[in-house]
């Protein structure tokens, strides 16, 4: 329900059908209070407060749900709300909150009867409801709060309860945890970044923590406002090669493979032929092997331009 849903008897006003004034209470907020519930997205109606037989009209001063017993004749039946309850009186801006009031008719004549939802004081929502003589009925409001805080609720003048309306805790998850590259040598560092959105209805401090193999290697704190996400970027070095697990917050990352650098050595040469003339081209070859972890291109060694050439045997 919205603001511009409610419509409810002001101050001092009166309703000229029904006879009835129903000032609101001091410190109750006004039409301040009036947008703190919505109401199954209905219409809220201020509604005509009291009760009418199902044979004819209400009288020229109207009836009301608040009147006295000598008001009462044979074709005005006595009705009025005789207890109400609420679902819960600690509950969250999204949570929804039932309000039962129960109905008695103790006349012999069947009437109808207008409930009004009040929240601190102010008339909310209004159901008509007819009950048969000697007998009870039920009416259930339902809706949630738009704002934190303490409210008091009833139908018609029967106290429902107090109830006091929480935004919801901080709630953290993460949405998305990605690693530079899972292949690295020894001592090289690898960049592991994490997107941590707080899903809760409250600001808070989320820490963050890198793992690897279970163990937390790296922690950070950040601070997220509710419906946000920030990502946490980290950078971690392996001391010793081997294959590891990463993770955030015990969700998984990648396997991380961490291996020594490339370390070349050259384990055969061999030469087109031993003697050659000035000037004269000649093919060596060499076999170089990778005793390191990691692949990487081995440069062959050239001879610097200008350098002299090795003599002639």
Do not use: W
Not at 20 to 32: C, I, M, Q
Not at 61 to 89: F, L, M, R
Request: aromatic share 4%.
């Amino acid at each position: 329900m919205h603001s511009s849903q409610v419509r409810s008897v002001e101050e001092g006003e009166s309703d000229e059908k029904t006879g009835r004034r129903d000032p609101l209470p001091a410190g109750s907020g006004g039409s301040d209070r009036r947008r703190f519930l919505r109401l199954c997205g209905t219409t809220l109606l201020a509604g005509a407060a009291g009760c009418t037989d199902t044979g004819g009209d209400a009288d020229d001063n109207g009836s009301s749900n608040d009147q006295d017993s000598d008001n009462e004749t044979a074709s005005q039946p006595a009705i009025e709300v005789s207890d109400a309850t609420v679902s819960d009186t600690e509950i969250y801006l999204d949570e929804t909150l039932e309000i039962t009031g129960t109905i008695e008719n103790e006349s012999d004549v069947e009437g109808t009867f207008y409930a009004e939802l009040r929240i601190d004081g102010t008339i909310i929502e209004t159901k008509e409801v007819t009950v048969g003589a000697g007998e009870t009925e039920s009416v259930t409001f339902s809706g949630t709060f738009g704002e934190p805080g303490e409210y008091e609720v009833g139908v018609n003048d029967a106290h429902a309860g107090t109830v006091v309306v929480e935004r919801r805790p901080p709630e953290f998850e993460i949405r998305d945890a990605s690693i530079e590259k899972t292949t690295i040598a020894v001592g090289e560092e690898v960049e592991v970044r994490a997107t941590v959105a707080n899903v809760g209805g409250r600001e808070g401090t989320f820490t963050a923590e890198l793992q690897v193999d279970g163990l937390s290697v790296e922690t950070q704190d950040v601070t997220i406002a509710a419906g946000d996400e920030t990502t946490v970027p980290f950078g971690y070095a392996f001391e010793n090669p081997g294959r590891y697990e990463v993770s955030v917050n015990g969700v998984a990352v990648a396997a991380v493979t961490v291996a020594p650098p490339a370390e070349f050595d050259v384990t055969a040469t061999a030469i087109e032929r031993t003697t050659v003339r000035i000037g004269e081209n000649v093919e060596v070859r060499a076999t170089i092997a990778n005793v390191g972890g990691l692949e990487e291109r081995s440069r062959p060694r050239s001879r610097r331009a200008g350098s002299p050439s090795p003599p002639a045997r």
